[in-house]
T-cell receptor, first 117, second 116 residues
Framework: NAGVTQTPKFQVLKTGQSMTLQCAQD?????MSWYRQDPGMGLRLIHY???????DQGEVPNGYNVSRSTTEDFPLRLLSAAPSQTSVYFC????????????????FGEGSWLTVV | AQSVTQPDIHITVSEGASLELRCNYS??????LFWYVQSPGQGLQLLLK??????LVQGIKGFEAEFKRSQSSFNLRKPSVHWSDAAEYFC??????????????FGTGTKLQVIP
């Protein structure tokens, strides 16, 4: 049971570098999202998607880009890494947004630890 | 705007003791409420969820939570804690954003330490 798969698990970047965090799910979920987790701040939504070709911003989208060309994949791109983007990143997916979409279980990947120096 | 408050950052309990983790939410309509658990180095896993009906909800690993509308609370409980319960626990509330899409807001988490 793969579920939600994120790569890489650990990454160190230099300020100004760009990179892509990969996320794939094999549950045919329409809704996918990226969160960042910082100490004392819980999880904050970066971007989300409700289906292929449809993405939208969350609470903290600046400095990040996403696209959704297939149901399975939802990569997160850091355009020009900054030390403030040092964080743990989680990709998540859940079944169709409606009806009762907000009651659906969210399935999380195991996280990607990113350090920007 | 929806929000979740978990007032306790860290809690330490002895193995075998009972546990209660507090959660208060703010949401304008009937809330969808969740508890997730995160073991060290792992993603979050759903413990239980509440939409309607019986206000006492049973979850996995022997956890339960009680919804109290009058107090805007959804506290997590376990009668007897095991060492393997040491983890971070997140309360969350589900709603809709301005575009009509699902929006889940997480609390800041409570870290549980279990001592022998």
């Amino acid at each position: 049971n793969a579920g939600v798969t994120q790569t890489p698990k650990f990454q160190v970047l230099k300020t100004g570098q760009s990179m892509t965090l990969q996320c794939a799910q094999d549950m045919n979920h329409e809704y996918m999202s990226w969160y960042r987790q910082d100490p004392g701040m819980g999880l904050r939504l970066i971007h989300y998607s409700v289906g292929a070709g449809i993405t939208d911003q969350g609470e903290v989208p600046n400095g990040y880009n996403v696209s959704r060309s297939t149901t399975e994949d939802f990569p997160l791109r850091l355009l020009s890494a900054a030390p403030s983007q040092t964080s743990v990143y989680f990709c998540a997916s859940s079944p169709d947004r409606a009806p009762g979409g907000i009651g659906n279980t969210i399935y999380f990947g195991e996280g990607s630890w990113l350090t920007v120096v | 705007a929806q929000s979740v408050t978990q007032p306790d950052i860290h809690i330490t309990v002895s193995e075998g003791a009972s546990l209660e983790l507090r959660c208060n939410y703010s949401y304008g309509a009937t809330p969808y409420l969740f508890w997730y658990v995160q073991s060290p180095g792992q993603g979050l896993q759903l413990l239980l969820k509440y939409f309607s009906g019986d206000t006492l909800v049973q979850g996995i690993k022997g956890f339960e939570a009680e919804f109290k509308r009058s107090q805007s609370s959804f506290n997590l409980r376990k009668p007897s804690v095991h060492w393997s319960d040491a983890a971070e626990y997140f309360c969350a509330v589900g709603g809709y954003n301005s575009r009509g899409y699902q929006k889940v807001t997480f609390g800041t988490g409570t870290k549980l330490q279990v001592i022998p």
